[in-house]
């Protein structure tokens, strides 16, 4: 069985850092893609960040330059260094994995979310 694990959301201060990690876990063949979306209450849930398997990253308008998504393959993580935080950056955190290969198939999976609040 695959399980996406968050981990590292937390409160801060704006203008702050966080790390978060998610591993992904189970007897996996192969992962695509990898991202981070987040939601906040009232909203639709977004995208923030992707990464191909290769290593590309793709980023929402509103956190580039701030947000850096990077990806360990050997340990099927995938890490979301957010840097100059702010209060708008509160939400739930949640990342998805892509194509995940295991012998019963393939399919996209989540995590179960982590809560970023930014606030002073």
């Known amino acids: 069985q695959v399980q996406l694990v968050e981990s590292g959301g937390g409160s801060v201060q704006p203008g702050g850092s966080l790390r978060l990690s998610c591993a992904t876990s189970?007897?996996?063949?192969?992962?695509?893609?990898m991202g981070w979306y987040r939601q906040a209450p009232g909203k639709q849930r977004e995208l923030v960040a992707v990464?191909?398997?290769?290593?590309?990253?793709t980023y929402a308008d509103s956190v580039k330059g701030r947000f850096t998504i990077s990806r360990d393959n050997a340990k099927n993580t995938v890490y979301l260094q957010m840097n100059s935080l702010k209060p708008e950056d509160t939400a739930v955190y949640y990342c998805?994995?892509?194509?995940?290969?295991?012998?019963?198939?393939?399919?996209?999976?989540w995590g179960q979310g982590t809560q970023v609040t930014v606030s002073s």
């Open positions: 189970g007897n996996i063949f192969g992962i695509g893609a």
């Open positions: 998805k994995a892509v194509r995940v290969a295991t012998i019963t198939g393939i399919r996209d999976y």
């Open positions: 990464i191909t398997s290769g290593g590309t990253p």
